[in-house]
Structures are given as structure tokens and as C-alpha cells.
């Protein structure tokens, strides 16, 4: 029993016992730091689960969108192309005026042309730019009392020969 009594002995006993104190603390503090590991690894794969889902899901949404923008601008192209009957209606209207105003009035093929290349100019100037906003926003009045273009003064002298001869046969 000596031994146990030995100062060096004590101090051995003493400085094991504090290592094995030292070491069942370290060995629960790891199981802590494993099982918080443990949760926050459950915890960060739920939630890309779930984040994963959710861009599936936007991704999934964003497909359809595009797919239903696609044909909407399709559709809408196809009408913008499509005229209605009634535009049909009125052109055909037009077309057969024109054909009976060739037979009837001497002068007015000659008219008919340069006021036509005058009206497809016009029409090119207001394609681009100011004009083109200008005529979309504020569409020209087709009213059967909108004044005459100014006409030559050879053609205005053929309307009035037209008219006269009208006249003079009824």
C-alpha cells in the first residue's frame, strides 16, 4: 500500500483520472456534434427535396406558358392576316366600282392611276415612323362625304365632261 501512498502514484491516478474525465466528454460532445450533423443533414435534404420540387413545378409552369405564348402569337398572326367578310364585302364593292367607272368614264382610267400611285406613296411614308403611330392611332374617316383629293385641272376637266355628257344623255 505504499504504492498508493507514493506522491507519484497519486499524481498518476490523479492526471488518469482527469484524462478518462477528459475523454467521456469528448466522446458525448462528438455524439452531439454527430446527431446535430445527423438532423442538419435530414433538415438540408428535406429542403432541396422540397426547393427541387418547387423549380420542377416553375419549370414545369414555365414550359406551359411558353407553349400557350407561342400559339397565342400564332393565332394572332393568323387573325391579323384574315380579313373579315365585311372587308371582303366592301373590297368586292370597290373592285366592281372601279371595273364600271373604267367602262363608263373616258377619263377616269388615267385619273385612277396617278391618284392610285399617289395613295401607295403615302401609304409608304406611313409604314415607318411618326406617321405609321399617327394612322394607327387616329384611323382616316371613310365617310361618303369626305372631301375629293385635289385633282389636275385635266382631270377635274374630265369629271366635268363626264358629268355633262351624263347630263345631256338623260
Do not use: C
Not at 422540397?50 to 419549370?59: E, H, M, P
Not at 387616329?138 to 358629268?163: H, Y
Amino acid at each position: 500500500m505504499e504504492l498508493l501512498t507514493n506522491p507519484f502514484t497519486l499524481g498518476l491516478l490523479l492526471g488518469l483520472a482527469i484524462t478518462v474525465i477528459i475523454a467521456i466528454d469528448g466522446w458525448s460532445r462528438r455524439r452531439a456534434i454527430v446527431k446535430d450533423n445527423r438532423l442538419l443533414r435530414e433538415h438540408l435534404h428535406t429542403q432541396m427535396t422540397i426547393t427541387s420540387q418547387g423549380n420542377k413545378a416553375q419549370l414545369e409552369e414555365l414550359a406551359t406558358l411558353k407553349k400557350q405564348n407561342d400559339n397565342l402569337r400564332i393565332s394572332l398572326a393568323a387573325l391579323k392576316n384574315r380579313p373579315d367578310r365585311t372587308e371582303l364585302q366592301t373590297l368586292y364593292l370597290y373592285d366592281k366600282a372601279i371595273h364600271l367607272m373604267y367602262e363608263k368614264a373616258p377619263g377616269f382610267a388615267t385619273a385612277w392611276e396617278s391618284i392610285l400611285k399617289e395613295a401607295e406613296m403615302e401609304m409608304d411614308k406611313t409604314s415607318t415612323g411618326l406617321l405609321a403611330w399617327v394612322r394607327k392611332a387616329i384611323r382616316p374617316s371613310l365617310k361618303a362625304g369626305s372631301p375629293q383629293p385635289n385633282l389636275p385641272a385635266t382631270q377635274q376637266e374630265s369629271k366635268v365632261q363626264f358629268i355633262a355628257k351624263k347630263d345631256k344623255s338623260e
